[in-house]
């Protein structure tokens, strides 16, 4: 195996780790209800006030989900369908 191919897989690997890690796993569940109550408050208050991003984030820790799942429910919720 010569250098160049050796340098290109190290290449390919490094960046197939950084898009695994840059992707993530969603983000975990809160612990209790009360954290619970306060996350579905704060993405209420997020979707009512426009910040949507904000909503995006609540969206995400109360129900575990990728970014691209949050914000196409967090748009669906804002559009007034609930999901």
């Known amino acids: ?3 160049g191919t050796i340098v290109a897989l190290l290449v390919i690997g ?3 780790l950084l898009v695994l890690r840059r992707s ?3 983000p975990t569940l809160p612990a209790t209800p009360q954290d619970r109550a306060a996350l579905e408050h ?3 208050q997020s979707i009512a ?3 949507k991003l904000e909503a995006i984030k609540a969206y ?3 129900h ?3 970014l691209k799942e949050a914000k196409e429910a ?3 919720m804002s559009v007034g369908g609930r999901r």
Do not use: Y
């Open 14 to 16: 490094t960046l197939v």
């Open 60 to 62: 995400r820790r109360l």
């Open 49 to 51: 006030s426009g910040r």
């Open 64 to 66: 575990g989900v990728g």
């Open 74 to 76: 967090v748009e669906q």
């Open 24 to 26: 993530g796993s969603a």
């Open 1 to 3: 195996m010569s250098l």
């Open 42 to 44: 704060q993405l209420n």
